[in-house]
C-alpha cells in the first residue's frame, strides 16, 4: 500500500478519499422477516427506558421496605407476606414489579439472540424458548399472587 492509497487523518474526506463504509452486521435481504421491517424494535428500545427507570423506583422500594423499614430479612416470614398482600396496593406493587421484570428482561435477551444467533432456526428455537418460560413465569406469579390464601394450615 502506497504512501497515497492512505488517508490519513490531517487529509480528511474529500472525493478522491470517501470515508470508509461501515456494512450492518446482517444485511437487509428479501428473507428478512417482517417483524424488523417496522418500528417494533423503536418500540421495546422505548419500554426498556422506561421500565428500566419504573423497575429501579419499584425495586428499591421493595428493598428498602423489606429490609430496613420493616426490621429486615428476619421478620420476612408467611405472616408478613400474608399481612402484606391483605393490601390490594401491594398485591399491585408486587404484580407489577413481577411482569416489568419478566418482559424487561425477555426483551433484553431477545435482543442479545437477535444479536448473536446466527441461523434462523436457532434464533427462532431460542426465542421460543423464552417466549414460553416467561408467559409461564408470568402466569405462575401473577396465580400466587391473585389466588395467595393466608388461612392455610
Known amino acids: 500500500?502506497?504512501?497515497?492509497?492512505?488517508?490519513?487523518?490531517d487529509e480528511g474526506y474529500d472525493a478522491d478519499h470517501p470515508a470508509p463504509v461501515i456494512e450492518p452486521p446482517r444485511a437487509r435481504t428479501g428473507k428478512t422477516p417482517k417483524a424488523t421491517r417496522t418500528n417494533f424494535e423503536l418500540y421495546g428500545?422505548?419500554?426498556?427506558?422506561?421500565?428500566?427507570?419504573l423497575l429501579v423506583v419499584l425495586v428499591l422500594g421493595h428493598l428498602l421496605i423489606?429490609?430496613?423499614?420493616d426490621g429486615g430479612v428476619s421478620k420476612v416470614s408467611f405472616a408478613f407476606v400474608a399481612g402484606r398482600w391483605a393490601s390490594?396496593?401491594?398485591?399491585?406493587?408486587?404484580?407489577?414489579?413481577?411482569?416489568?421484570?419478566?418482559?424487561?428482561g425477555a426483551n433484553g435477551l431477545r435482543t442479545i439472540i437477535n444479536d448473536y444467533a446466527q441461523?434462523?432456526?436457532?434464533?427462532?428455537?431460542?426465542?421460543?424458548?423464552?417466549?414460553?418460560?416467561?408467559?409461564?413465569?408470568?402466569?405462575l406469579g401473577t396465580l400466587v399472587i391473585f389466588t395467595f390464601d393466608p388461612n392455610i394450615t
Do not use: E
Open 88 to 104: 390490594p396496593f401491594w398485591m399491585a406493587w408486587d404484580l407489577i414489579m413481577l411482569w416489568l421484570a419478566m418482559l424487561h
Open 119 to 139: 441461523r434462523d432456526t436457532t434464533r427462532f428455537w431460542l426465542k421460543m424458548l423464552l417466549y414460553t418460560a416467561t408467559v409461564f413465569t408470568v402466569l
Open 45 to 53: 428500545w422505548l419500554f426498556m427506558r422506561l421500565s428500566g427507570i
Open 66 to 69: 423489606q429490609l430496613v423499614l
Open 1 to 9: 500500500m502506497s504512501s497515497t492509497d492512505s488517508i490519513t487523518v
